[in-house]
């Protein structure tokens, strides 16, 4: 299982409508952080439970899922996290 699949495999908890990754690692190869290893993600994900939540309890949230992984295979992850009705107004 490559680290998106583990991503998606971790962030299955909160039954994401929409759920996109990519992978940015090539962006940042050579800089200092990037030798430590673990890649760079952008993350957009859309769920229900994200409700009633400040954004910083989402990114709390996605944190928590993705555990051990922020420690090894995550160096950095860039995240925006909607509800639904935020993201139909963004469309």
């Known amino acids: 299982m490559n680290t ?3 991503i998606r495999a971790r962030l299955a908890p909160l039954s ?3 759920l996109e990754i990519e992978d940015e690692s090539a962006r940042h190869a ?3 952080g990037a030798k430590g290893g673990g890649g760079h993600y952008r993350l957009a994900i859309v769920s229900a439970q994200f409700a009633g939540k400040t954004l910083i309890s989402r990114h709390r949230m996605i944190n928590e899922l993705l555990g051990n992984m922020m420690q090894k295979e995550i160096h950095a992850i860039s995240i925006k996290a909607y ?4 993201n139909q107004s963004a469309n």
């Open 4 to 6: 998106i699949e583990m």
């Open 83 to 86: 509800t639904p009705d935020e």
């Open 16 to 18: 994401p409508e929409r």
């Open 30 to 32: 050579g800089h200092e």
